[in-house]
């Protein structure tokens, strides 16, 4: 991993705006959006394409699997 992609993404939980599993999981999006929508409450797009408003800590959730599987693929280019 690289430092630039551990300061852009951050794991994150979101309150539920779409139906299904993802709103049980926390997922990955960039930092200073994550930073944005919670003081903002601006919604985000997720690297899965999850779109939510920031509002819970996402260390207490798993993570998505679409999110992690996007994120290594961003490692290795």
Known sequence: MTDSATD??????????????HDKMS????????????LEAKPIRALCGKVWVVTRDGEKFPVCPECKDAFEKLELD
Do not use: C, F, N, W
């Not at 951050?10 to 299904?20: N, S």
């Open 8 to 21: 852009i993404l951050q794991k994150v939980r979101e309150t539920p705006v779409e139906p299904g599993d």
């Open 27 to 38: 997922h990955y999006a960039p930092k200073h959006l994550i930073m944005e929508s919670m």
